[in-house]
């Protein structure tokens, strides 16, 4: 039987019409190449020297004094410290057990280590357990702090651990943490305890009651930390989108309270009433990160790097927060009861 395939002339016009479709595409390419610059901005590439960068902040900022992310980043955490008046007087030789929860890579313990080393009267050792829950986290704040002891020059450093855990989970944490944060327990009076959350509470599940039970009840730890709250003039609408939003930020759907629910939680937690200060501090974190978000983007882009659509969508909503007003950032103190 005689198909297509078995006439020549057919075979051999397949053969041109491919061919000559290769021909056109090298043709078309190459009028492409030969017709453009070759040299543009994208040589950035062969001059970047790696590390790309040596800090990895990644908190909200505090922009009131810098428009620089890592100033910004930086001093959020100084006014933490500020607000629990651990620095911003000239210091105490008391020691300090600090239990650092969300670390992220570790950008915070070199700044608060650095800023109680510099205190007038430096306390006489300070002890650091920082967690984070994520492992590449705990890798690059590691290698920062391979040799822990050059972090101070003044302050004896009685104990250092960078551990990765579910800081939300305490009762659940490996025999390495729990050993580690269990020295806390052994020191005496009058050694200055602290639970530190800078910037991540938000994302603790089911909620921050566990740490903060286990803080100050097992250890006995006053806590510091920046938080985000429900403002109490948040619509319903409001509220529904923020908690909306949270979820998407990886938070769980109630956690953003109301200021009156913050200070009730950190009570039944066991911190004593007239000593909680939650400050809002919103004016100075939401515009001036929104408008770092921009500036960064139009910069990325000038050596075409995209910013990336996480961090477009988080300027839109960091953008909201601003504008509505319904969520805020604060920072939080609270001191542990005294049960003497
Ligand atoms: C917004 S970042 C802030 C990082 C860091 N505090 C800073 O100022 O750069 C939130 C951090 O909390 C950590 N985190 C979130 N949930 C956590 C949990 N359950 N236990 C420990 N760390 C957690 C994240 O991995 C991330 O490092």
Redesign the pocket.
């Known amino acids: 039987m005689t198909t297509w395939l078995n006439d020549p002339t057919f075979v051999a016009g397949i053969l041109t019409g491919a061919a000559a479709t290769v021909i056109l595409l090298i043709t078309i390419s190459a009028y492409f190449l030969l017709s453009r610059d070759n040299y543009g901005l994208d040589h950035w590439k062969l001059n970047v020297q790696a590390p790309l960068t040596e800090t990895?902040?990644?908190?909200?900022g505090y922009w009131e004094f810098s428009s620089k992310f890592i100033e910004a980043?930086d001093a959020?955490?100084r006014l933490v410290l500020r607000t629990a008046d651990i620095i911003g007087n000239q210091g105490s030789d008391q020691p300090i057990a600090i239990l650092d929860?969300?670390?992220?890579?570790g950008?915070?313990t070199r700044t608060i280590i650095g800023c109680i080393d510099t205190l007038t009267v430096p306390p006489k050792f300070l002890s650091y357990v920082g967690?984070?829950?994520?492992q590449a986290?705990l890798r690059v704040a590691s290698q920062k702090y391979q040799t822990p002891r050059a972090l101070t020059k003044r302050t004896t450093l009685d104990s250092f651990h960078l551990v990765c855990?579910?800081?939300?989970?305490p009762h659940n944490w490996p025999e390495e943490v729990k050993s580690a944060v269990g020295k806390f327990k052994e020191y005496e009076k009058p050694t200055r305890k602290w639970l530190l959350?800078?910037?991540?509470l938000y994302?603790?599940?089911p909620s921050r009651k566990p740490i903060w039970q286990y803080a100050a009840r097992n250890l006995g730890m006053n806590f510091m930390g920046s938080d985000l709250c429900l403002s109490k003039t948040a619509t319903w609408r409001e509220t529904m989108l923020a908690r909306l939003i949270g979820v998407l930020m990886?938070c769980p759907w109630k956690a953003f309270l109301m200021e009156e629910e913050y200070w009730e939680q950190l009570v039944a937690c066991g911190y004593e009433r007239d000593s909680i200060i939650i400050k809002d501090v919103s004016e100075h974190v939401f515009p001036g990160l929104v408008a770092f978000l921009e500036r960064q983007d139009k910069v990325l882009a000038e050596s075409g790097i995209s910013l990336g659509g996480g961090f477009r969508l988080a300027r839109r909503v960091f953008g909201w927060f601003a504008t509505s007003k319904a969520v805020r950032a604060v920072t939080v103190v609270a001191k542990v009861v005294k049960n003497d």
């Open positions: 990895m902040w990644m908190n909200l980043c959020y955490v929860i969300g670390i992220g890579c950008d915070q967690i984070t829950i994520n986290q855990a579910d800081a939300s989970k959350a800078s910037d991540c994302h603790f599940s990886g």
